[in-house]
């Protein structure tokens, strides 16, 4: 099955922007998303199939998808950013679903 | 409005077995493309995907719980239920479930529950 691999952690000043990224092997050819985890609550759907967003997510919240690795663009991070951030991908020839290690997304 | 919750013991002890149940609101599990699933997260770590039922009854489980997990629906009180045998420490953690759209978003889960945590002690 597919093993996601993600830094453990990224930290950005407020008002800069704050890339996080998932790896896995032809992970371009499938279908990611990206899951924010505020401390103590559940995670929220924040990038669907790549690069989509769900109603009611910020623009200045976008992700791409290429090759090896997915990534999740934050855009004028604010300290209401800091969270854990999840890729996840789902294989369409296995219908299996692997989550990332998770990145820890500090705002100095 | 969308809401999952998840229910179901806080304690069990080492090689019983443990039942969960989502119960849902907002949307039908009888809807075409529509599944529930559940996720769990040991203290501290990342999130674990366990299993999904479809709108059809169609299964999927993680390959590495596959031997110990069951997961099934009562569609008319809209509740998924999860059973894992032979509980083991390790699998202390909180356990969530979620909505999950094949169509509108290509497989993500896209409402969660609050969770519910699970120790495994004895």
């Known amino acids: 099955s597919d093993v996601l691999t993600q830094s453990p952690s990224v930290s950005v000043a407020p008002g800069q922007t704050a890339r996080i990224t998932c790896g896995g092997n032809?992970?371009?050819?499938?279908?990611v998303h990206w899951y924010q985890q505020r401390p103590g609550q559940a995670p929220v759907l924040v990038v669907y199939?790549?690069?989509h967003r769900p109603s009611g997510i910020p623009e200045r919240i976008s992700g791409s998808n290429s090759g090896n690795t997915a990534t999740l663009t934050i855009s004028r991070v604010e300290a209401g950013d800091e969270a854990d951030y999840y890729c996840?991908?789902?294989?369409?020839?296995?219908?299996?679903?692997?989550f990332g290690g998770g990145t820890k997304l500090t705002v100095l | 409005q969308i809401t999952l919750k998840e229910s179901g013991p806080t304690l069990v002890k080492p090689t019983q077995t443990l039942t969960l149940t989502c119960t849902f609101s907002?949307?039908?599990?009888?809807?075409?493309?529509?599944?529930v699933g559940w996720i769990r997260q040991p203290p501290g770590k990342a999130l674990e995907w366990l299993a999904l039922?479809?709108?059809?009854?169609?299964?999927r489980y993680s390959p590495s719980l596959k031997s110990s997990l069951t997961i099934t629906r009562d569609t008319s009180k809209n509740q998924v239920f999860l059973t894992m045998t032979n509980m083991d420490p390790v699998d202390t953690a909180t356990y969530y479930c979620?909505?999950?759209?094949?169509?509108?978003?290509?497989?993500?889960?896209?409402?969660w529950g609050q969770g519910t945590m699970v120790t495994v002690s004895s």
């Open positions: 979620a909505r999950l759209t094949t169509v509108t978003t290509r497989n993500a889960f896209d409402v």
């Open positions: 907002g949307f039908s599990l009888n809807t075409f493309g529509v599944g």
């Open positions: 039922v479809y709108w059809d009854d169609d299964k």
């Open positions: 032809y992970i371009g050819g499938k279908s």
């Open positions: 199939d790549d690069g």
């Open positions: 996840q991908v789902w294989d369409s020839a296995s219908d299996q679903r692997v």
